[in-house]
């Protein structure tokens, strides 16, 4: 299996045709990357039953997601089919950049086209922005003058 690309913020987002949110629709509506399209992988009701199962048997939690997610990507490869064309170079992401991006990554490069994900996913990019406001308050203002000046 070929190996998953990864992008590490800060990044220039614009050399990606689509960046795509792979977490739940609850989970993109609280927030996301700018421009980001949604395609969940789970549903909001899937990923709370899969997460339940995972704290009582993490084997067939595994196992539920994994026929979730293909019944999930397959529906959104029939959409992808009509809307990307053959260059498409995506970026993914999910909450931690783990099984739920990764999986459908290594679909989406199967199929011919370059998805590489957001290196820690959604958090990471949390973590960035949040790093990154600090340093920018932490610089001194410059001094406001009157427009009466």
Not at 7 to 22: A, G, Q, R, W
Not at 80 to 87: G, H, I, N, V, Y
């Amino acid at each position: 299996m070929q190996e998953i690309e990864t992008i590490t913020l800060p990044y220039p987002l614009e050399e990606f045709s689509s960046i795509v949110d792979m977490r739940t629709p609850l989970e993109f509506a609280e927030d996301h990357l700018p421009g980001a399209i949604n395609l969940p992988v789970l549903s909001n009701e899937q990923r709370v039953e899969v997460g339940t199962l995972y704290k009582q048997d993490p084997f067939a939690a595994r196992i539920l997601g994994a026929r979730y997610l293909s019944i999930n990507v397959a529906d959104h490869l029939i959409t992808l089919e009509k809307t990307w064309d053959r260059k498409e170079q995506p970026l993914l992401y999910c909450w931690r950049g783990g099984l739920r991006s990764r999986s459908f990554a290594h679909i989406l490069r199967s199929v011919g086209w370059r998805a590489r994900l957001v290196d820690g996913g959604y958090k990471s990019y949390r973590k960035f922005v949040l790093n990154d406001l600090k340093a920018q308050l932490a610089e001194p203002l410059p001094p406001f003058t009157s427009s009466a000046d």
